[in-house]
C-alpha cells in the first residue's frame, strides 16, 4: 500500500491555534478566559470583566474626558512628590478570578515590601491601593458591581466621581468593608492610605484645576507626607 503524500498544509492546519471567539457584552467568563479572548481583539477594544461578565464601555462624552484629564494630573503629581508610588491610566488590572476591571486611574504603592499588587507579563496583578472611576452612564456598575469587585478584592480606597449627580463618593476600607468618608469643615476629602493625597471635591466637579493643584500641594507640604515618604524609602 502506497502511503498518501504528506501535505504541509494538513500539518499547518492540525497545529495552527484556534483563534478565541470574540467578546461579547454580557458574556460570562472567568478571567482567565476572559484575558485570553481580550488579547485577541482588535487593537482600541476596550473591555472589563467585572462580577464574572464583561461590560465593553460605552462612548465617552467630553465631561468624562475633561474631569479624567484632571483626576489623571492630581494624581500624577502626587506619584511625582512621592517616590515609591506608581499612577496608571486605564490600566488592566487583574483582581481575582471573577474580576479584570480597567480602572479610569489607580495609585499603587510600588515600593518593595509596602504595596500589595505585583506585574505578571506586564499587567498589574492583585488590589490597588487607591482606584478612581468617573461615573456617567457607568454610574450604577461603578457604584455598585464594580464597588463590589473592588471591596470584596482588598481595594484600600476608592473614589467615584458621579458626573451626573455631581458628587464625589470616597470609599475607605475598614474592617473589610466600605466606609464612605465625608469631607473634613473645610471642604477636603484627605486619604488615609496617602498621606498628603488631598482632594477638593466642589474644585474637582467644576473642573477648577488651579484650586485642585492648589489643596493638594497643601497635602504634600504636610509632615504626615515627609514621613509617608521615608517609610516607603525603608
Known amino acids: 500500500m502506497t502511503a498518501k503524500p504528506f501535505s504541509v498544509q494538513q500539518s499547518a492546519a492540525r497545529t495552527a491555534p484556534e483563534t478565541p471567539p470574540p467578546l461579547e457584552s454580557g458574556d460570562h467568563l472567568d478571567q482567565k478566559t ?14 472589563e470583566l467585572i462580577g464574572g461578565t464583561v461590560f465593553m464601555p460605552s462612548p465617552l462624552k467630553r465631561p468624562h474626558g475633561r474631569t479624567h484629564k484632571l483626576i489623571v494630573r492630581w494624581v500624577d503629581e502626587y506619584e511625582e512628590a512621592t517616590p515609591g508610588t506608581e499612577a496608571f491610566d486605564n490600566a488592566s488590572t487583574i483582581l481575582d478570578d471573577a474580576a479584570e476591571p480597567q480602572p479610569d486611574v489607580s495609585l499603587l504603592i510600588v515600593s518593595p515590601t509596602h504595596g500589595q499588587t505585583r506585574e505578571e507579563d506586564e499587567y498589574i496583578v492583585g488590589a490597588p491601593e487607591f482606584i478612581t472611576e468617573v461615573a456617567s452612564s457607568s454610574e450604577a456598575i461603578d457604584l455598585h458591581d464594580k464597588r463590589d469587585d473592588y471591596e470584596r478584592t482588598g481595594v484600600r480606597e476608592y473614589v467615584v466621581v458621579a458626573l451626573r449627580q455631581q458628587r464625589v463618593y470616597w470609599f475607605v476600607r475598614r474592617d473589610g468593608r466600605f466606609v464612605e468618608v465625608q469631607p473634613g469643615d473645610d471642604g477636603i476629602l484627605r486619604s488615609e492610605v496617602f498621606p498628603g493625597l488631598w482632594l477638593d471635591p466642589a474644585a474637582l466637579l467644576r473642573l477648577d484645576r488651579r484650586r485642585v493643584l492648589e489643596v493638594l500641594r497643601q497635602g504634600l507640604a504636610t509632615p504626615e507626607h515627609t514621613a509617608f515618604v521615608a517609610r516607603l524609602a525603608t
Open 34 to 47: 476572559f484575558h485570553d479572548r481580550y488579547e485577541a481583539m482588535p487593537p482600541g477594544t476596550r473591555a
